[in-house]
């Protein structure tokens, strides 16, 4: 089964760092000018450091890397394109068309949230931390040659307030506007009362030719090259197939600290496949170079072809030390069926993690338990006085398992039909008005209970089939509907299903993040991550909490309150996850020894390298 999806959100996290920080000159600091920000002030690296400690500064250039996806964002897809504007709701995003833009700062992945300079230089706040003052390189440029001025930025900002995907409307709801009083300096100002990862989330954005939008309409999906100022720029491509980005030889950053031992490709290519089993096949034909392998079944059984066992295709297990995030079915609250808890409970009782993992999974994952699984941020246990203290206002209105031990998914007998669990689920659907008529499973009013899990691939057939097996034992109608990608897309961002699969990880510092997929304003706005539909007064209370914590102990504290009302509302059906990376490469790569911490992945492309030695042996291999 895969792991759906690694979001590059600001959202859930880990509080503790792998590294000692360094008072370093923060511009969190009123006043202060410096080359990097960070949630709480902390940077590691400082103002004279020559590159990330978890790269190769002298790494070669050159090569090609090519690969299938395995993130998306915004409007991107994992299988098609059909869009070289991936910022927007209209079309398919394709893949990688963030490496063609330069952004403000870019994080460092060794660290929970710090920011270091790349088209800015430095960045000042004011006293109040409502404004911004970012002080822009001379030497930025656009791939025309053109100079990338503050105007530019000021108008990607606001157009992307205005005008980007709903996800980027609603993180940027506290930027109030984006200035350039000259060329090289940018003022943003926030709101008060400002979500505290808000400047994170728009110093990451994408800057844009304001010259090159002016004669084009910036929402409308389009196969135009878009003029950027990245590391790469869109080489060949053919929508739906394929997409490469080809290196900026004379890219002007370069040579920056936070550029150094990256970008090593000359080529990236991005391969779409509409169906999982035959893009495994085209692997093992070279189709493509690297893999990762989120299915157990085929990492346990499939990976025994000729060029693994000579040696030419190299596999790997690398650490994944991020958090964990929530892999689960999604259920749609917004359905009127699944309004009551009881009956979410009884849908979550009827799944058979333990066969599924045995039987299915070769015993390759762990169940999931919370949204902040494999942080110190997912709750174990009573709540604390702090924790409570949170919660009281919402005594009454929220169940009484909230004050006490938290919900656990229950431990099947492994049989794949827990009769003890069964009828616990047949009990919970009949105290809720689900009665038995004539063997089907009925509404209170009256309509047959019918649910329809949406897919976008065959491959995950075997995860539903077992759980539709038991709904089926409970007299209810579940179907398995498979669609293509597009439609599947559409139907998800319409909030047009009952239950779907889905899954999102974030970054170390859970903020703002946070409201795409939890609020209440998210559940009613299109194309947002809310899938279940939450809507929940506490729940938005604490997400506040949350983006409000002055420190990283008391945004743990918040984390904990969060997690326990979140696993109280029965909102999905939690499946499984683990902590580690299995990768797959055709061996002519170098890589770094570990992932840092807190990278989205493995760091492939962005900090691996050709071996030319071995390129050399592939290449008379042919």
């Not at 950027?228 to 929508?239: C, L, Q, T």
């Not at 063997?439 to 089939?465: M, T, Y």
């Not at 009302?565 to 990768?583: D, K, L, N, S």
Request: net charge neutral.
């Amino acid at each position: 089964m895969a792991l759906l999806s690694r979001r590059h959100l600001f959202g859930l996290g880990i509080g503790a760092l792998s590294a000692p920080l360094l008072r370093a000159a923060s511009a969190s600091e009123a006043g202060t000018e410096a080359h990097g920000i960070s949630v709480f002030g902390d940077l590691k690296y400082p103002a004279d450091f020559h590159h990330f400690d978890y790269v190769n500064p002298v790494a070669p250039k050159g090569g090609v890397f090519s690969l299938i996806p395995s993130v998306r964002a915004y409007n991107q897809s994992y299988q098609t394109f059909n869009s070289l504007n991936a910022y927007i709701l209209k079309g398919d995003g394709a893949q990688g068309m963030d490496m063609t833009f330069a952004p403000l700062m870019v994080r460092a992945n060794d660290e929970p949230d710090a920011m270091y300079g790349l088209v800015a230089k430095s960045v000042q706040i004011s006293a109040d931390k409502l404004t911004y003052r970012f002080m822009l390189r001379p030497e930025a440029k656009f791939h025309d040659g053109s100079k990338l001025t503050a105007q530019d930025a000021a108008f990607s900002l606001t157009t992307l307030k205005t005008k980007g995907h709903p996800l980027i409307m609603v993180q940027m709801r506290d930027m109030v506007k984006a200035e350039a009083p000259d060329e090289s300096t940018l003022v943003v100002t926030f709101a008060e009362k400002r979500a505290r990862d808000v400047p994170l989330y728009v110093a990451g954005l994408p800057i844009f030719s304001k010259a090159y939008y002016a004669t084009r309409p910036f929402d409308e999906s389009t196969l135009d090259i878009p003029l950027g100022s990245g590391p790469y720029k869109v080489g060949k491509f053919e929508a739906n197939r394929y997409i490469e980005f080809e290196r900026v030889k004379d890219w002007w950053a370069a040579d920056l600290p936070v550029a150094r031992g990256s970008y090593n490709f000359d080529i990236v290519r991005y391969e779409f496949y509409r169906d999982r089993d035959v893009a495994f096949e085209g692997f093992t034909a070279k189709s493509y170079l690297f893999r990762e392998e989120f299915t157990a079944r085929i990492w346990a059984t499939r990976y025994d072809f000729p060029a693994v066992k000579d040696g030419r295709v190299k596999l790997e297990t690398l650490p994944d030390e991020t958090p964990s995030g929530a892999q689960g079915w999604f259920i749609n609250t917004r359905r009127d069926k699944f309004k009551d808890p009881r009956v979410r409970e009884a849908l979550i009782d009827a799944f058979d993690f333990e066969w599924t993992n045995k039987t299915i999974m070769y015993g390759a994952y762990t169940r999931t338990h919370s949204p902040f699984q494999n942080s110190d941020m997912m709750v174990n246990g009573p709540p604390s006085p702090e924790e409570l203290a949170l919660l009281e206002p919402f005594r009454g209105q929220l169940p009484d398992e909230v004050f006490g031990e938290p919900f656990v998914p229950p431990v099947s007998d492994g049989s794949g039909q827990d009769r003890a669990l069964l009828r616990k689920s047949a009990q919970l659907l009949q105290e809720a008005g689900f009665v038995i008529k004539d063997g089907k499973r009925l509404l209170p009013n009256g309509e047959v209970f019918r649910i329809e899990f949406l897919a976008f691939e065959p491959s995950l057939q075997p995860h539903h089939a077992p759980y539709i097996k038991n709904l089926g034992t409970l007299g209810i109608e579940a179907t398995l509907r498979v669609v293509d990608a597009v439609q599947y897309r559409a139907r998800v961002e319409a909030f047009d299903f009952d239950m779907t699969i889905e899954r999102f990880s974030m970054s170390a510092t859970p903020g703002d993040g946070m409201r795409p997929f939890f609020s209440s304003q998210a559940a009613a706005t299109k194309g947002s991550y809310n899938l279940a539909g939450i809507a929940n007064p506490a729940i938005d209370a604490l997400i506040e909490k949350i983006i409000g914590a002055d420190n990283r102990a008391d945004l743990t504290v918040a984390c904990r309150a969060f997690d326990r009302v979140f696993r109280a509302g029965r909102y999905w059906v939690p499946q499984w996850y683990r902590t580690t990376h299995a990768i797959a490469y055709w061996d002519q790569f170098a890589h770094p020894p570990r992932p840092p911490r807190y990278a989205q992945g493995v760091g492939a492309p962005e900090n691996w390298w050709t071996d030319p030695n071995k390129a050399a042996q592939a290449e008379q291999a042919k």
